[in-house]
Structure formats: C-alpha cells, structure tokens
C-alpha cells in the first residue's frame, strides 16, 4: 500500500506536469495502458489471498479512477492553453476588403436597353411590353399597312402556320405593334418605351434574324414636332455622352407615322470603323414621325383630340456604335471571351449613362 502511494504521487505528480497532449498519452499508456503500471498491479491481485485481494483490488480502482480523472482534468487544461495561444498568435483583420469573386458580365444589349431607358425614363416614359408573337393586324394593318403595302415585303417576315382572331400569325417585325396593344389598353396621356425582341428573314454583318428595338410612343393633347426632335436630340447626345452632337432631322416615310422623319448623327469614318461626333458625314440611326391620324383611330383614340409622336431604334446598333462592335453576328455567338471583353460590371450602375470600360 506504501508503494501505491508512492506510484499514485508519482502519476500524479508527472500528469501535471505534462506539457503537450503527447506527453499526456504516455502518461495514460505508462499508468493504465495494457503493459502500464497500475494494469500491472491489477494483474497481480489474482495471486492474492481473499482479504488482501479485497482491500488491494478496491484501493488499485480507486487510483485507476483518481489517475484517468487527472489525465481528463489535465487534457483540458492543456486544450484551453494551446487555445489561448492560438488567439494570442493569430489574429484576423476584419476591416480587410473582401477579395472579389468571379463576377458575371452584362451583356452589351441588355446594357444597352438599360442606359436608353434611364435617359427616357428621366424624360417620364415608362417601359411597356408585347409578344413576340403578334398577328398581322397589329404588326401590319393597324400601322396603317395594308396587305399588299410594299412595306410588308421590306419587312422579310417570318410567317407562323395558323391564325388567331382571323389573322395570320408571325414574328413581329418590330416593336410598334406594342403603339397598337397600348392605345387600345391605355388612355392618353401616354408616354411608353417598348424595349423588345423583334425578327426580320435576314443575315449578314448588320442584319440578324433576331435583333432588338425600342420603341417609343406618346399621345396627349398638345404634343408636337418640335417635342419629338428636342425628345430624340437628347436621347442622342446623353447617349453617346456629346453634348454638342450634330443631330438631324431628314424627311422619310413611314405608313404609321406622318410626317415621317429618319434621325441621322453627325460622325467621322476612320478605316471601317464610325466616331460619333463632329465630321463630315451622317449616319441613321432612328425612325420616328408623328403618329399617322388613322393609327391612332386603329388604336381607339379620337385623331381630333389628340396626336403625339413615335420613334423606333436600334438597340445593336447603337451598341456597335457606342462601344466600337464591328460585327452584329458576335452579339449572339455567346463566346465567353467576347462577353468578357465586351461585357460590363453588373455592380457598376451609377455608371450607366456615361457607359462603362468594358
Ligand atoms: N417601326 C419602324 C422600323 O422598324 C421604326 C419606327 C417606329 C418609325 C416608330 C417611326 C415610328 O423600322
């Protein structure tokens, strides 16, 4: 018994003392592993007579349970040092800006169809929207285009099988059926920009079967001429962001819209390639004109009472323009590499009108 409390202070003692968990196994596996210590002694009882072995065999439980205790309570004293020392050592900053992850990029049409409705939405039109689908009457005849209109061969257009209400169905050639769908929904004032999808039979470096419009419609009481060109000029000039961009107003024909005028911007051509700006030549960018008296009684509102005026561009190619996109093909191949170089940061919006480097 004397030498059991001479190993008890001994195990005890060193447990202590331990300075690493490591340390701390040995320990456990010196003391009560199977060829430690204590293990040892208990192995022994079995030689012993009864009474011996009762008192022995109770007080080697009784170090076992102080021995495995004191390794438990040491373990956690140790774990909550090496803790503390960790915190000591490592420190996180947490005023450090987060590194950037991989972002996505807008593509140049939708950035495009967001700047154009930013500048016309600052001027209190709001967005409005069609199907793709349309029939012939409001793609053709309520513009004031009748069957056998030329305009309707212009128009390459891409014809479904079957009919809706007794028209043929076709992929509207452009987004001024949405004037149509709106003044029959509406009543004026109307003031609305028609952001869309529209299809043309054609293919080429300037021609897609699938491009994009903006549309845009008002009709009040008193809105005139001079409104539309002050309208169309800002549009231009906030843009392509020249103030001072020559704009002008060349005499054309629409069946839809009377006086009928096509929007050319003043610009210099270097190489292949067009500067907006100051130059000597003029390039086309819009159609527009004041809405035709009988479109408006198409659309179920009184010519007498009220007129507006209506407009219709391009959305890819003011973006070829605006941010130097040679070919109208590489807008729908989606190679990651062009969107890449030619895409922007959807985070930096307060950009949006002056445009963005891409
Ligand atoms: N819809 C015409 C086009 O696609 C553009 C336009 C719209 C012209 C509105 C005048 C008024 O070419």
Same mark, same amino acid.
């Given at each position: 018994?004397?030498?059991?409390?001479?190993? =008890? &202070? $001994?195990?005890?003692?060193?447990?202590?003392?331990? !300075?690493?968990?490591?340390?701390?196994?040995? +320990? *456990?596996?010196?003391?009560?592993?199977?060829?430690?210590?204590?293990?040892?002694?208990?192995?022994?009882?079995?030689?012993?007579?009864?009474?011996?072995?009762?008192?022995?065999?109770?007080?080697?439980?009784?170090l076992?349970?102080?021995?495995?205790?004191?390794?438990?309570?040491?373990?956690?004293?140790?774990?909550?040092?090496?803790?503390?020392?960790?915190?000591?050592?490592?420190?996180?900053?947490?005023?450090?800006?987060?590194?950037?992850?991989?972002?996505?990029?807008?593509?140049?049409?939708?950035?495009?169809?967001?700047?154009?409705?930013?500048?016309?939405?600052?001027?209190?039109?709001?967005?409005?929207?069609?199907?793709?689908?349309?029939?012939?009457?409001?793609?053709?005849?309520?513009?004031?285009?009748?069957?056998?209109?030329?305009? =309707? &061969? $212009?128009?390459?257009?891409?014809?479904?099988?079957g !009919?809706?209400?007794?028209?043929?169905?076709? +992929? *509207?050639?452009?987004?001024?059926?949405?004037?149509?769908?709106?003044?029959?929904?509406?009543?004026?004032?109307?003031?609305?920009?028609?952001?869309?999808?529209?299809?043309?039979?054609?293919?080429?470096a300037?021609?897609?079967?699938?491009?994009h419009?903006?549309?845009?419609?008002?009709?009040?009481?008193?809105?005139?001429?001079?409104?539309?060109?002050?309208?169309?000029?800002?549009?231009?000039?906030?843009?392509?962001?020249?103030?001072?961009l020559?704009?002008?107003?060349?005499?054309?024909?629409?069946?839809?819209?009377?006086?009928?005028?096509?929007?050319?911007i003043?610009?210099?051509?270097?190489?292949?390639?067009?500067?907006?700006?100051?130059?000597?030549?003029?390039?086309?960018?819009?159609?527009?004109?004041?809405?035709?008296?009988?479109?408006?009684?198409?659309?179920g509102?009184?010519?007498?009472?009220?007129?507006?005026?209506?407009?219709g561009?391009?959305?890819?190619?003011l973006?070829?323009?605006?941010?130097?996109?040679?070919?109208?093909?590489?807008?729908?191949e989606?190679?990651?590499?062009?969107?890449?170089?030619?895409?922007?940061?959807?985070?930096?919006?307060?950009?949006?009108?002056?445009?963005?480097?891409?």
């Open positions: 018994m004397e030498n059991l409390e001479a190993l =008890r &202070q $001994e195990l005890i003692g060193a447990i202590e003392q331990a !300075e690493d968990p490591k340390a701390l196994e040995d +320990l *456990r596996v010196t003391a009560l592993g199977k060829k430690g210590k204590v293990t040892g002694l208990m192995k022994g009882l079995g030689a012993m007579a009864p009474e011996e072995r009762k008192e022995a065999g109770a007080a080697l439980n009784q076992k349970t102080e021995i495995a205790a004191a390794i438990d309570e040491k373990s956690k004293t140790l774990e909550t040092a090496a803790l503390s020392a960790r915190l000591e050592a490592e420190s996180l900053d947490v005023t450090l800006p987060a590194r950037p992850g991989p972002a996505g990029k807008i593509h140049p049409i939708s950035q495009t169809i967001d700047e154009v409705t930013m500048i016309l939405g600052d001027m209190g039109f709001s967005v409005a929207e069609g199907p793709d689908i349309e029939d012939d009457w409001h793609n053709f005849s309520a513009l004031n285009i009748p069957p056998e209109h030329p305009a =309707r &061969q $212009e128009h390459d257009t891409f014809y479904l099988p !009919e809706r209400d007794g028209h043929r169905l076709l +992929l *509207r050639t452009h987004t001024s059926p949405v004037q149509i769908r709106t003044m029959l929904t509406e009543k004026p004032p109307i003031r609305i920009i028609v952001p869309g999808r529209t299809f043309r039979c054609d293919y080429d300037t021609h897609s079967p699938m491009f419009q903006i549309e845009g419609l008002l009709v009040d009481e008193s809105t005139h001429m001079g409104h539309l060109k002050g309208c169309l000029e800002e549009l231009c000039r906030t843009f392509f962001g020249v103030e001072d020559p704009v002008r107003f060349r005499p054309s024909y629409f069946p839809f819209t009377e006086p009928s005028a096509e929007v050319d003043g610009c210099t051509r270097e190489g292949g390639t067009f500067r907006i700006g100051h130059g000597d030549e003029w390039l086309e960018i819009l159609g527009c004109g004041m809405v035709n008296p009988k479109v408006l009684e198409n659309g509102i009184d010519p007498e009472k009220y007129q507006g005026f209506a407009f561009v391009g959305i890819e190619r973006a070829m323009l605006k941010y130097g996109i040679p070919d109208l093909r590489t807008f729908y989606t190679d990651i590499r062009w969107l890449k170089h030619y895409g922007f940061s959807p985070l930096a919006v307060p950009n949006l009108i002056e445009g963005l480097n891409p």
